[in-house]
């Protein structure tokens, strides 16, 4: 179990990847996105925190570096460095309306050829100048479907064009959905406009962005057979969450955006009390002193009439080590 726990861990982290770009009007990552999941897995893994969840995984998993190192051969992109912002967005939340979005960087490495290999694939040339990859998918119910993926090049000159290695300009990114007109219309963007990922940039030191709206949809489908959702889900239009990298410190914070500012003050209630709980809780239980602490470091706030409630936490990287390392002893 630890392995496979292991494992999901970097492989997700390694999955979400992609590089800032500079904001245009047109984005690849439509205005009306119903949620918008953004990472950078280099940064991530370069950063601070990426070397903690390493270190927890090297307790279990002592050849993962070996791993991130042949699997980076396989694909022919060193996926320490050259994995920039990747984004998973949805025009709504079934899973014909996802889509996937990364720059990969100056290469597509091995990637188009590796796809030959699964099992059903099926492709197609467009524009003559990018191959539409179509291998088979299936949901949780066994349904059977395809996704549509390519890997377009941007268009715009590199860091050394001329520089042995260096392709020269341009920079690749990977583009999926289960639709193969979205998929297109990616392509034509990337080709054509220089179309940009997103136009909500982050700070330098951001590693994951998540969006949220239509949380009651959301909710529902979430919830024990499609019933309705919560009160407080009903409530919310919008939701973001972001975790930041500061080089001495780890920071998250949360922001909900309420239909008033009476239920703004609401919710904040809500999670005002009931983080008061948690840590009454944990006072009372010697063993759960690590989460009192946790709850100490969470800030939340609400100014009268607003419609957002904030949760901020800042815990810097030696305390938190002190955190998992008791927690670990638990």
């Known amino acids: 179990m630890k392995r496979l726990i292991a494992s999901t861990v970097v492989a997700a982290t390694l999955a979400l990847s992609l590089p800032v770009v500079g904001a245009e009007p047109a984005t690849l990552v439509p205005a009306d996105a119903s949620f918008t999941l953004v990472t950078n897995p280099s940064k991530l893994l370069q950063s601070r925190l990426g070397e903690t969840i390493l270190d927890l995984i090297r307790k279990d998993e002592p050849q993962i570096d070996e791993v991130i190192d042949k699997l980076s051969e396989t694909v022919g992109i060193d996926l320490r460095t050259s994995l920039g912002k990747t984004i998973l967005f949805g025009t709504g939340y079934d899973r014909g309306d996802f889509a996937l979005i990364a720059d990969i960087g100056p290469t597509s490495g091995n990637i188009n050829g590796l796809l030959l290999t699964a099992p059903g694939y099926d492709s197609s040339v467009y524009r003559e100048k990018v191959i539409v990859h179509s291998p088979p998918a299936e949901d949780e119910a066994g349904h059977s479907d395809r996704i549509y ?156 009439d607003d419609t957002d409630v904030t949760a901020s936490f800042n815990c810097s990287y030696d305390r938190l080590e002190q955190l998992l390392d008791t927690l670990e002893g638990m």
């Not at 341009?170 to 220089?194: C, H, K």
């Not at 997103?198 to 951001?206: H, K, P, V």
């Not at 949380?215 to 309705?228: F, K, M, T, Y």
């Open 149 to 304: 993926c390519a890997l377009p090049k941007r268009p715009g000159l590199g860091a050394n064009p001329g520089a042995e290695g260096n392709p020269g300009a341009g920079t690749y990114y990977l583009v999926a959905s289960f639709n193969p007109e979205r998929t297109r219309a990616m392509i034509d963007q990337t080709l054509d406009t220089d179309a940009p990922l997103m136009l909500e940039g982050a700070d330098e030191g951001t590693l994951i962005e998540v969006w949220f709206s239509g949380l009651p949809e959301l909710a529902r489908l979430a919830g024990p057979h499609g019933g309705p959702p919560s009160a407080v889900a009903e409530m919310v239009q919008r939701a973001h969450l972001s975790l930041s990298d500061s080089g001495d410190s780890v920071a998250s914070e949360l922001t909900l955006t309420m239909v008033d500012g009476l239920r703004a003050q609401q919710v904040f209630e809500l999670l005002r009390g009931g983080l008061a709980m948690l840590q009454l809780a944990a006072t009372a239980e010697p063993q759960a002193q690590p989460l009192a602490d946790l709850g100490q470091m969470i800030n939340i706030q609400h100014n009268p």
